[in-house]
């Protein structure tokens, strides 16, 4: 790694550690993840008001795993922080400053798609770790399937690669969409909206796209159907879901540099 990029990095660390962005968005995302896979946990044992006992549902490996992969919704968060991390560059104007100080952007680029992508990683291992921490505990008083290494450690291969890749489209889609909550609302009507009815209507076409193929890479085997009710999974691949994951990452990233090149910033 050359001197400047190294510098540009270590910028890239004090941005990222000298603002409450990346610890208020890192605790919601591991408490959001933690809360999924409590009431997961809930719901198939009937302890909610008003759901009806699925206790069957606790001794498929299967639903596991699902419960595990509840670290995947932190990928969301990991998404907006990397919009953050480019789109607040424009919205405090110091993107100026920035590429005065490194007149080659591809190199800023490929910092802060570095950076990001290694806290993304970072807050994977964090998340799963509260994941498991949150699913032994919830899964106690209940009969349940056993938490194997095996599973943790597939599950816990997939977030990683998938929250690494997301933070790093995040990056890059703050790069073509500059207006930060232009990028942030229609990064999250995507995640939430078109992904979650098109998972619905054509779970074939779902495995596809960014949200499947994540859950592809972590082995997610069970998931809602239109009934609201648990149907076995229509994925991909661990291995082909992280191939679309990457897929999606350099096509991206390919058009941020593009537009982050030729961009006049005055």
């Known amino acids: 790694m050359t001197p400047s990029m190294r510098a540009l990095l270590a910028a890239e660390w004090r941005k990222v550690t000298t603002t409450k962005m990346l610890w208020v968005l890192g605790l919601i995302a591991i408490g959001y993840s933690a809360m999924q896979t409590v009431m997961l946990t809930l719901i198939a044992s009937g302890k909610l008001p008003g759901v009806p006992a699925q206790g069957e549902l606790l001794l498929d490996p299967d639903y596991i795993t699902t419960l595990l992969s509840q670290a995947g919704t932190a990928a969301t968060f990991v998404l907006i922080l990397g919009i953050i991390a480019m789109t607040g560059e424009f919205r405090h104007m110091t993107i100026t400053s920035t590429f005065l100080a ?50 943790f450690t597939t599950v816990l291969a997939g977030a990683v690669i998938g929250m690494t890749l997301y933070a790093i489209l995040g990056v890059s889609i703050g790069s073509v969409i500059t207006n930060q909550v232009a990028a942030i609302v229609t990064a999250l009507l995507w995640v939430l909206l078109v992904e979650a009815l098109v998972g619905l209507a054509f779970p074939s076409v779902a495995r596809w796209l960014p949200r499947g193929a994540l859950n592809s890479a972590m082995n997610v085997g069970l998931t809602t159907d239109v009934s609201g009710g648990m149907t076995q999974a229509d994925n991909l691949p661990a291995w082909g879901g992280v191939l679309v994951l990457l897929a999606y990452a350099v096509v991206f990233a390919a058009l941020a540099s593009r537009t982050t090149l030729r961009r006049d910033i005055t």
Not at 122 to 133: C, E, F, N, R, Y
């Open 102 to 151: 490194a007149p080659r952007r591809s190199r800023v680029l490929v910092a802060k798609m570095l950076l990001y992508g290694l806290l993304g990683a970072a807050l994977a291992v964090i998340t799963m770790t509260v994941v498991l921490i949150a699913a032994i505990a919830s899964l106690a008083p209940f009969e349940h399937a056993p938490i194997t290494v095996s599973v």
